[in-house]
Each structure stands twice: as structure tokens, then as C-alpha cells.
């Protein structure tokens, strides 16, 4: 099975910072991943897909690179409304497999 | 705009069959550009993926779950289904349906989740 590994587990910025959140695959995924952006009390919101395509809507503050075992999330300029917890997400196709990091809390 | 929601009981008792069902509006569910997912997130953990169905009903399963779960569509209804059997405490979560695109699995409209908790 593939392992994913997310860090920090918790991270705190001031708004204007730029703050990057990195994900670890524990084999060579490609760019098998994806990041999730999810807000207490909400479901989970799909930011980045295939490691670095921002999704139609999302605020271009949020970019994604990596490949292979190696994945960040950045944000640029931090705002408040960027308080949430965000997930990674690796997948595999044939068979279908999805696996979840652990989440990596921002506090402003 | 596509929507989703989750229904079922919230409270199921340990060693029984926990059932949610998906509702799907605002958009079809036969296509052969998505699946349809579940995914929960237990008190303080990471979010699992439960397994996925194509609208033909193939379905594909977290091989750590796939011995209690089913999953099902029903086209008729704009509906797919989850069933998990033989809960017990660690089956307590919030469960969400999403869908999760054929090409490159990520869930891109989810539900808004549905808590079920499983205690005597």
C-alpha cells in the first residue's frame, strides 16, 4: 500500500505570509495527486489536481508542484480565509486505490 | 449546479448494518466521466476512501474495508449506496459522497457529509 505523509500536522502564519505544505508519497506516484482544502464543520474542497492544475475558481494565491514522492501546496499570500485544515490525495487507476494524508491544520 | 446529499440513520447499533444512500441532483448520474465515491473522516483522523461505483454498478473497494462494505447505483432514482456491515465503534464518522472524476480520480462536488455514530 501507498503510504502518504503529510507536514507540519499543524502550522500557524500571519496573514502575507507564504506557506508551503509538503506531501510525501512512499513510492513513485507520477503526479497521482491531488490537494483538498476543508473548512470546520464542511466537506472538503478540491484546490489543486495531477499535482499542479489549479481547479476553475480557485484563487491563483494557490499553486502545487511535485512529482514522483515529492508534493508541495503553496500559498503566496496568506489570508484569513485560508484558515482550514488541507489534505493530499495520491490514486491510483487500475485497480482504483485513493489515499489520504493526515491533514496539516493552518492557523492564522 | 450539481449537488449532493447524503441520508440515513445517524445512530446504528454495534455489530449492525450501517446504510447511507446519495442523492444526486442538478446533473446526471450516468456518465462515463465520473464515478461515484465515499470517503469518511473519523473523529480526529485522516480522511479513507471507502471505495467508488461507476453508474453500470463496477465497483471498486479500500481493501482494508472491502469485506464489509457494498456499494450500489441506482440510475432510476439518481441514487448510489453505501453498506457497511458487522459497525462497530471505529465505523463512527462523518460520511461523505462525492464524485470523483474517471480519468484522474479527484472529487471534485461532495455532500455535505451525514454523521453516524455507532453505539448501543
Known amino acids: 500500500d501507498i503510504q502518504m505523509t503529510q507536514s507540519p500536522s499543524s502550522l500557524s502564519a500571519s496573514v502575507g505570509d507564504r506557506v508551503t505544505i509538503t506531501c510525501q508519497a512512499s513510492?513513485?506516484?507520477?503526479?497521482?495527486l491531488n490537494w483538498y482544502q476543508q473548512k470546520p464543520g464542511k466537506a472538503p474542497k478540491l484546490l489543486i489536481y495531477?499535482?499542479?492544475n489549479l481547479r476553475s475558481g480557485v484563487p491563483s494565491r494557490f499553486s502545487g508542484s511535485g512529482s514522483g514522492t515529492h508534493f508541495t501546496l503553496t500559498i503566496t499570500s496568506l489570508e484569513r480565509e485560508d484558515i482550514a485544515t488541507y489534505h493530499c490525495?495520491?490514486?491510483?487507476?487500475?485497480?482504483?486505490?485513493?489515499?489520504f494524508g493526515q491533514g496539516t491544520k493552518l492557523e492564522i | 449546479q450539481l449537488q449532493l446529499q447524503e441520508s440515513g440513520p445517524g445512530l446504528v447499533r454495534p455489530s449492525e448494518t450501517l446504510s447511507l444512500t446519495c442523492s444526486v441532483s442538478?446533473?446526471?448520474?450516468?456518465?462515463?466521466?465520473?464515478?461515484w465515491g465515499w470517503i469518511r473522516q473519523s473523529p480526529g483522523k485522516a480522511l479513507e476512501w471507502i471505495g467508488s461505483?461507476?453508474?453500470?454498478?463496477?465497483?471498486y473497494y479500500n481493501p482494508s474495508l472491502r469485506s464489509r462494505v457494498t456499494l450500489s447505483v441506482d440510475t432510476s432514482k439518481s441514487q448510489f449506496s453505501l453498506k457497511v456491515t458487522s459497525v462497530t465503534a471505529a465505523d463512527t464518522a462523518i460520511y461523505f459522497c462525492?464524485?470523483?472524476?474517471?480519468?484522474?480520480?479527484?472529487?471534485?462536488?461532495w455532500g455535505q457529509g451525514a454523521l453516524v455514530t455507532v453505539s448501543s
Open positions: 513510492q513513485d506516484i507520477g503526479k497521482s
Open positions: 495531477d499535482a499542479s
Open positions: 442538478g446533473g446526471s448520474i450516468v456518465t462515463s466521466d465520473y464515478y
Open positions: 461505483s461507476y453508474y453500470t454498478g463496477s465497483s
Open positions: 490525495q495520491q490514486y491510483a487507476i487500475l485497480p482504483l486505490m485513493c489515499t
Open positions: 462525492a464524485r470523483e472524476t474517471y480519468s484522474g480520480s479527484h472529487f471534485d462536488y
